[in-house]
């Protein structure tokens, strides 16, 4: 014990002569058979090293090798800091030792897919189009660009899988912050946790978790602008500078989204209540257009903080409303709007007062206020565009209003992370959330359920225990806390004369738990196996609703899983020029008073409800092929059986208020994709046509099999509305020259102008056309 605690250490930063931090530098203590890696601020740490003199090895493709000599004393912890060379000489062939962010997070023992965005960044893809080709993730979409996104993942879907931007929660963003509106050449990586999710993302999520993590160059400009399809156009400028001498940084995007989305539908149109027709006609009512700005500034690299950055996102979007919940309405007049200011706070720390304990610190408040307008008044319209008119009516659309919604959220999560020894850690999570909304309709200004307080305050606390016995195996044991308080108003006693509104408060507690283990079988062969007993807690728009079309529901509990997760994942070469990557998993998952969102096929409106129990089993699988640098193949495959196996189910009404038998148990959850896969082949030439040129040229298929609107128990064979059978084919062809310096992207989405349903049978965009110029300094 006393040698253990006499060990040394050496840390440092590893930089190119420019002052920009080198990732992936391997960094060996030459005699002692141990080194490290640096991460994306280009620092390393190796600890534990007995004291000596050695040579400390710096080596980095592209850069020459620099070696030093020190010497380490006891309990010292010695900082090396070196600015790397770039070689003047071609480099034939190299062997790195080491691995990508990406794959340190793959080789998590938790079930997680991590997704470089490197080769795609010249694509004409945003965030929503990367995720739909993971496996056992489906995104469902309501329309065009801007619509209103449901993220699926191995069947849990809303707010059952939650988001985050860096690190930092994006459950109230804002509707002009979603999947859609983020373009891929603002994202370094995508982190997408299937079930089990890890403490430090403080989250009370259900069914997964989804973690976008944005460039972190030190010194870069990105600009890109595309023009597409429906008179679509988006515009994205990033950039960074740090000053290496005193670590000043300035970071910041601008993200802009404009289309018409007048694409054409295949749509029935009425004169009354009567259907006169099915033909195919353009969306007219369904402008979008958004704007985000997102910056940040401080200092990183100081000796009281790796990172402390003072940021402000503002963004605003106004979108123009064609249709509800379903295509059985439409509308010409409704629109909705949103703007949001949300001043950041980031704060980390590695070796925080002593070694091995590492703190962050993550806080946003987010302003959002938003308009819901339903001012026409006795108009209705088809779709053709026509109006239809009710002389006396005062009746809007679906529901005359026009309310302001102002949102208020408090984020903030603290981490902290401490190695006991190399075999044993410490990790500790802090999240607390507090929401409020206040409301009022101009048209109906003694609306009684405005005059109500709408508040949510979530906290969740969780504690983990990492312990690696081997460089093989590791395991993970943690504990979550989750409270809850809410303030709403509730209908008492409908049509009957004592009918009132009440305030209503609700408390909920719960306790989570879980392990997640990792085991190396070879060194390329990964097998994973995760469980965890969860609960998540509703949010703002499942209890609230979204003052249009989205119900609210006071009522609304908690809901809880156990979720388990096993899988297995292995990597391997034949030859020198071909790479395989193999993956699959297995899910298991018993769920209780599920979160689900009530849709009627005639109805354009919605609510959530608990669903009593259900079981989901699943298997999901995915392969990766890639030759030389040039070829590259690849597909995933996805069936989750997501079943009602509720015996009873409570029903209230005015003549049979109680439990009945539930018809629907063993029946699937309507309204989900059970089975679908991907598909994606792509080759790369180099120095074609143009010297110092790269030539790519991308393929990707998408399945969906069909599935059910409503619960399959109901109606006959031939009344059953069915999502049916769906196949799409994408092509996209994209050239960088002068060393990425100009790039260029045309892509062909939806190649055979296939009808495409999503989310209640509403009809997404046929073929389009892209095209996509970017500049990177």
Not at 315 to 322: A, F
């Amino acid at each position: 014990m006393a040698q253990d605690l006499g060990k040394a250490s050496v840390s440092g930063k590893v930089s190119s002569t420019s002052g920009e931090a080198l990732v992936g530098v391997g960094v060996a203590l030459k005699g002692a058979n141990v080194g490290a890696i640096t991460d994306a601020d280009g620092k390393f740490l190796i600890s534990g090293v007995i004291p000596n003199n050695y040579t400390l090895v710096i080596s980095f493709l592209g850069f020459e090798t620099q070696e030093k000599a020190i010497s380490l004393k006891p309990s010292q912890n010695l900082e090396v800091n070196v600015n790397l060379h770039e070689k003047s000489f071609e480099v034939r062939g190299v062997e790195i030792i080491g691995k990508s962010a990406t794959t340190q997070v793959n080789e998590q023992p938790y079930a997680v897919t991590a997704i470089s965005t490197r080769e795609l960044q010249n694509s004409t893809s945003d965030a929503k189009e990367v995720l739909n080709r993971v496996s056992g993730v489906r995104v469902l979409e309501e329309g065009g660009l801007g619509s209103n996104l449901s993220f699926t993942l191995n069947g849990f879907s809303g707010d059952q899988v939650k988001f985050f931007l860096d690190g930092i929660p994006m459950d109230n963003f804002g509707s002009s912050l979603q999947m859609s509106d983020i373009p891929v050449n603002t994202i370094e990586r995508i982190e997408v946790y299937k079930g089990v999710v890890p403490v430090w993302l403080g989250t009370d999520a259900l069914g997964g978790a989804v973690n976008i993590i944005t460039n972190r160059k030190s010194n870069f400009l990105d600009a890109s602008y595309s023009i597409g399809s429906f008179n679509t156009h988006r515009l994205s400028l990033n950039g960074a500078y740090t000053n290496p001498n005193n670590g000043y940084t300035f970071r910041g995007n601008v993200n802009y989204n404009y289309s018409d989305n007048n694409y054409k539908v295949l749509v029935p149109i009425t004169e009354g209540n009567n259907v006169i027709d099915t033909t195919e006609v353009e969306r007219f009512h369904d402008r979008y257009r958004s704007g985000t700005v997102k910056l940040e500034t401080g200092w990183v690299n100081k000796r009281y903080a790796d990172n402390l950055l003072f940021g402000v996102i503002a963004s605003g979007n106004d979108k123009q409303v064609q249709t509800g919940a379903t295509m059985s309405s439409v509308y010409g007049g409704i629109t909705r709007n949103s703007q949001s200011v949300i001043p950041t706070l980031k704060y980390s720390k590695d070796n925080l007062f002593v070694d091995g304990l590492n703190v962050s610190l993550y806080t946003a408040y987010n302003f959002t206020k938003s308009e819901v307008i339903d001012t026409l008044r006795g108009v209705t319209y088809n779709w053709l565009g026509k109006a239809n008119y009710t002389p006396g009516s005062n009746n809007g659309e679906l529901r005359r209003t026009y309310t302001t919604i102002d949102d208020n959220d408090f984020n903030s999560q603290f981490n902290a992370g401490y190695t006991l020894s190399q075999k044993h850690s410490l990790a500790f999570n802090y999240a607390f959330s507090y929401f409020r909304r206040e409301a009022f309709d101009t048209e109906n200004p003694d609306r009684i359920e405005n005059q109500f307080p709408r508040s949510l305050s979530k906290q969740v606390l969780g504690l983990a225990y990492k312990f690696d016995p081997t460089e093989k195996w590791n395991a993970t044991f943690f504990g979550k806390a989750y409270f809850l308080n809410a303030r709403t108003s509730k209908m008492f006693d409908f049509a009957l004369e004592t009918q009132r509104v009440e305030a209503l408060e609700a408390n909920k507690n719960n306790v989570g738990y879980g392990l997640a283990t990792s085991y190396f079988l070879l060194p390329q062969l990964q097998l994973k196996a995760s469980y965890e007993h969860t609960y998540r807690m509703p949010w703002a728009t499942e209890i609230f609703g979204d003052g249009l079309f989205i119900q609210p529901n006071p009522d609304l509990g908690p809901e809880q899983s156990d979720n388990f997760n096993a899988g297995a994942a292995y990597g391997f070469e034949l030859g020198n020029n071909h790479k395989f990557n193999l993956e699959s998993s297995f899910i298991y998952r018993e769920s209780k008073d599920l979160i689900y969102q009530v849709v009627k096929v005639a109805s354009p409106e919605t609510y959530y409800d608990n669903l009593s129990q259900t079981r989901t089993l699943g298997v999901e699988g995915s392969i990766k092929y890639l030759w030389k640098e040039t070829l590259r193949l690849g597909g995933s495959f996805t069936f989750q059986d997501i079943t009602d196996q509720a015996d009873l189910v409570y029903n209230e009404s005015y003549t049979n208020t109680g439990y009945q038998r539930n018809y629907q148990k063993g029946y699937r959850l309507p309204n989900t994709p059970y089975m679908f896969a991907n598909a994606n082949a792509g080759l790369t030439f180099k120095n074609a046509l143009v010297p110092e040129s790269v030539w790519n040229i991308n393929y990707y298929y998408n399945f969906v099999e069909q599935y059910f609107l409503s619960w399959a128990e109901l109606g006959s064979r031939d009344t059953k509305k069915v999502i049916p059978q769906q196949s799409s084919h994408s092509i996209e062809l994209s050239g960088s020259f002068n060393q990425g310096k100009y790039n260029i992207a045309l892509e062909c989405r939806n190649l055979t102008d296939a009808l495409l349903y999503d989310k209640y049978y509403l009809q997404k965009p046929g073929r389009a056309f892209y095209l996509k110029l970017r500049y990177v300094l």
